[in-house]
């Protein structure tokens, strides 16, 4: 009977142990958030950020998460060196008071075990606005590199930026602006 018990108490103890959170922190390197917008209807233009940190913690058993992200607005990169002072600028990202952009989950909604969508909070110039990350693709394994384990995702949502104070040139460069990112992570 003390066998039965030990090998319940080990197994127990095995299953509380798979369904641990696991924390990752954003490989910088492998993570740029990019944003998309019509540009006088002639063509969508994508720019990206280039310095990007941040936690993702992830609880595959319980199907919880969460995702802590920030974004440096002044590493945005049009490719571009006078473009990229100008969104930098009051009429835009405003960096001067406003150098960082960030997303901050409270839901994250899984298909078996796989995140799908997560629900936060982003911040731009300032504003806080509701936003729902679709998840694209998800992947999770040691990385063949590093011999850690290591989860990286693609990930998407609209927004408008009229509700972040950037709407100068709407309606000729569109207000409606597509966020998406590819995020890798390695875990601590």
Do not use: C
Not at 142 to 157: C, E, F, V, Y
């Amino acid at each position: 009977m003390k066998k039965i018990a030990l090998a319940v108490a080990v197994s127990s103890f095995a299953v509380g142990a798979l369904a641990a959170p696991e924390t990752f922190n954003v490989e910088p390197t492998h993570t740029y958030p990019r944003f998309e917008y019509s540009h006088f209807g002639y063509s969508n233009q994508q720019q990206r950020f280039d310095k990007t940190s941040g936690k993702l913690v992830i609880d595959r058993a319980a199907k919880t998460g969460s995702v802590d992200v920030t974004i440096d607005a002044t590493s945005v990169n049009t490719g571009y060196a006078l473009f990229n002072q100008h969104i930098q600028g009051a009429d835009f990202f405003d960096t001067a008071k406003h150098p960082t952009i960030t997303f901050k989950s409270n839901k994250v909604k899984f298909e078996g075990d796989k995140p799908v969508a997560i629900e936060g909070e982003l911040t731009i110039k300032g504003v806080t606005k509701p936003v729902t990350l679709t998840v694209t693709s998800f992947h999770s394994m040691p990385h063949p590199m590093l011999k850690k384990d290591a989860i990286g995702a693609n990930a998407s949502a609209k927004v408008k930026r009229s509700e972040f104070n950037m709407g100068k040139n709407v309606p000729y460069v569109s207000d409606e602006v597509t966020l998406t990112i590819a995020v890798e992570a390695i875990k601590e």
